[in-house]
């Protein structure tokens, strides 16, 4: 009787497990030696992400002053894109954070505090003197650089801030000048309109020193609150002082008020034209062009300048944000000093803020839209160019003056603030006797 | 699924796939040689062994081929759902700024300027964050300062009246549909269903290595079912996060809007 059939019946002559576990070893074996030759270059094939360094841009995209902020924004973020799309900086790439201020004070501190704990290498921002003397000693805590791009009133220099923007004796004493001179009419009754803070006070406290040294006085000074539009009582004022001429600090949405308030009062720009310090192209396009034309504005840089370099900034600047965009003075100056601190970097060969400083020691220079720029290593300030343009019913100025050269900074006049300097090759500020700007002149 | 398995979406489509089969052959053809001999004692003696793994797998195969095809439409709908919260953030948009360039100027210049600023935001900012599983905090302020900018208009007539009335309308549902966008940046299937995935597709292929086959037959075999079960987690993987991968949103609603508007 034949045995009970096994569960398992044997398997048919071939490939044997033994035989294929040996086979696969002996691959195996030969692909272990051939390995390194016939795999080189493979991988998962995840593309390297290139290193990144963070860079923050502190500017008011929303509150009063947006209007002018947004635009420094824009360009700093242009000349961060145009670095990347060269290559990026020592071999990484810049990433741009931008956060919010609000145009308030209290955010700006805030705001520079997460920057910078957030490890950016350097920030560029701030408009109003307010928020940049705000988040100062933020930066000089951090060891960490501002730029700055915004002309302001001087009387200030920090180890710890680069400013792009002209300085009283870039603006505001030539401009005078130029009112006294024939071209600019002769003008003899100066008013002095602001609004309610520190540049415009500041500002104006030089201008009337520098009158004094004229035999001058301003024909009155009046000061409205930051973002206040109600101007109608200010511009009484100056009707009843006969003034001349108007030397205007208004800052931000401020200035629709102003203009308002001058056409309502039927004021002919020919007979009293105000010339503003803080009105450029990007302000132009939230007004009214019928209430500006005639009017002066005072700038190291319009739009309408017309050189081969202007023109290919304007185009490049056009081409990524749209070709009814607009540059101006401070946008001109936020662009140079994005391109200064590569420059800086460069030379310096890191980001170190103290390596970076000690590049600027020889002195940078770079060819910027509006002509060349260079960066004063004893102040940290830019040369600038002088300039009046006279406001056209297309928000373009026309240029009526220019200077023949960049005008050295000095953010301590004498006139104003004797004694006082400042040289960072050498020793830091030197200081004056205390002066305070509401003093009797 | 934590961010921490991002890089998995860096690999090239096609690698990612082979990689995935790869892994799967991988795994059954190891588990061939070195865990078999030890499962298949287990059975040897058992009559007609093939035949109840057989039913055993074919039961174990419905309830398993039903999760990864529900789980497979769940991950599609996840990013199809995406992409028209996209599609209607981009319309809306472009609605909003047809409203804003009837305003008289300079307002409708600014309020055009602002959205085209935040249109090319999303498309060179917002959309390689999203890409990294990041959500994107930027664009919040440019709406926000869109949103300030209209509510600076004040209309002088009742044409005007209707068309702020409209423009408002339009921002609360463009705000609506980019909240809803950047809701999806970080959905996902939950690590659960993949725990569950993973076993099920373990499972599958130990009940395979309780066959008795010639080897070389197992191998074939086996291979192709470990590689379909590859391809259907790759698949997975690739549709899991909406703008990651090759089944992914792209920017191209944005771009053709933004393109529109550069024309003008």
Redesign the interface.
Do not use: G, H, S, Y
């Given at each position: 009787m034949p045995g009970p059939a096994s569960p398992n019946p044997p398997r048919p002559t071939g490939l044997s497990r033994r035989r294929a576990v040996a086979r696969a070893a002996a691959t195996c074996a030969a692909a272990r030696v051939l390995a390194p030759g016939l795999f080189v270059g493979c991988s998962l094939g995840i593309p390297p992400r290139a290193k990144t360094v963070p860079v923050g841009l502190l500017h008011s995209q929303t509150g009063t002053m947006a209007i002018s902020a947004t635009a420094l924004r824009d360009i700093d973020l242009h000349a961060i894109e145009q670095i990347n799309a060269g290559g990026g900086l020592l071999g990484c790439q810049l990433e741009a954070r931008a956060p919010d201020p609000r145009s308030r004070p209290d955010l700006f501190v805030k705001r520079a505090q997460q920057l910078l704990e957030g490890g950016v290498a350097a920030v560029f921002g701030c408009w109003t003197s307010t928020s940049r003397k705000a988040v100062l000693p933020v930066f000089e805590e951090h060891k960490k650089l501002l730029f700055y791009a915004v002309p302001y009133e001087g009387n200030e220099s920090s180890k710890y801030c680069v400013y792009g923007g002209g300085v009283p004796n870039q603006q505001i004493t030539p401009a005078i000048d130029w009112l006294l001179s024939p071209n600019g009419g002769s003008k003899k009754k100066i008013f002095l309109l602001g609004s309610d803070y520190v540049f415009p006070r500041t500002a104006n406290f030089v201008a009337k020193k520098h009158l004094a040294t004229k035999n001058l006085r301003p024909a009155g000074e009046v000061y409205l609150p930051l973002g206040d539009r109600d101007f109608s009582a200010a511009v009484q004022q100056i009707l009843f002082s006969k003034a001349d001429c108007v030397l205007s600090t208004v800052n931000g949405d401020s200035n629709l008020g102003l203009f308002q308030a001058l056409t309502d009062a039927k004021v002919d720009p020919e007979k009293l034209p105000v010339i503003s310090t803080s009105i450029a192209e990007d302000e132009l396009r939230s007004m009214m062009p019928q209430q500006v034309r005639g009017h002066l504005a005072v700038s190291s840089y319009f739009q309408s300048l017309d050189t081969a370099a202007n023109r290919e900034w304007i185009n490049g600047f056009r081409r990524e944000f749209g070709s009814d965009r607009v540059t101006d003075d401070p946008m001109e100056s936020g662009w140079c000093l994005v391109h200064l601190w590569k420059a800086a970097v460069e030379k310096a060969g890191t980001f170190e803020t103290e390596a970076v400083r000690q590049a600027f020691v020889d002195g940078l220079e770079l060819a910027g839209p509006g002509g060349p720029v260079r960066l004063d290593p004893k102040t940290q300030h830019c040369t600038k160019y002088f300039r009046v343009g006279r406001i056209r019913l297309d928000r373009q100025f026309d240029i009526i003056h220019s200077s023949d050269a960049p005008i050295e900074p000095d953010p301590y006049p004498q006139i104003a603030f004797p004694g006082w300097s400042c040289d960072w090759t050498k020793g830091g500020i030197t200081r004056g006797p205390e002066v305070s700007i509401d003093g009797d002149i | 699924m934590s961010t921490d398995w991002f890089?998995i979406y860096?690999?090239?489509t096609a690698?990612l796939a082979l990689?995935s089969i790869a892994l799967f052959v991988g795994v059954y053809w190891s588990g061939l040689?070195l865990v078999r001999p030890f499962l298949r004692p287990l059975v040897?003696?058992?009559?007609?062994?093939n035949d109840i793994v057989g039913y055993i797998l074919s039961c174990f195969c419905v309830f398993y081929g039903l999760l990864l095809g529900l789980i497979a439409v769940t991950a599609y709908q996840n990013v199809s759902e995406a992409g028209s919260n996209v599609t209607r953030e981009a319309a809306a948009l472009s609605a909003l700024y047809e409203d804003v360039s009837r305003y008289p100027e300079?307002h409708a210049?600014?309020l055009r300027?602002l959205l085209?600023?935040y249109t090319?935001y999303v498309i060179?900012y917002a959309w390689p964050l999203q890409q990294r599983g990041v959500i994107p905090q930027?664009g919040t302020?440019?709406a926000?300062?869109f949103h300030?900018k209209l509510l600076d208009f004040q209309p002088q007539t009742p044409a005007q009246e209707i068309l702020h009335a409209e423009a408002l309308r339009q921002l609360n549902h463009f705000l609506e549909c980019r909240r809803m966008r950047l809701f999806s940046v970080k959905s996902a299937l939950p690590a659960s269903m993949w725990y569950v995935m993973l076993l099920g597709a373990f499972f599958t292929i130990l009940l395979c290595w309780l066959f008795?086959m010639?080897?070389?037959a197992h191998?074939a075999l086996g291979g192709v079912l470990a590689s379909y079960l590859g391809t259907m987690m790759y698949l997975i993987v690739d549709m899991n996060q909406p703008f990651r991968g090759d089944v992914s949103i792209t920017a191209e609603a944005f771009e053709t809007l933004y393109a529109r508007?550069?024309e003008e």
């Open positions: - | 890089w860096d690999i090239p690698r990689l040689i040897r003696n058992i009559r007609a062994a300079p210049q600014n300027w085209r600023d090319r060179k930027e302020i440019r926000e300062a300030d008795d010639t080897f070389v191998l508007m550069n």
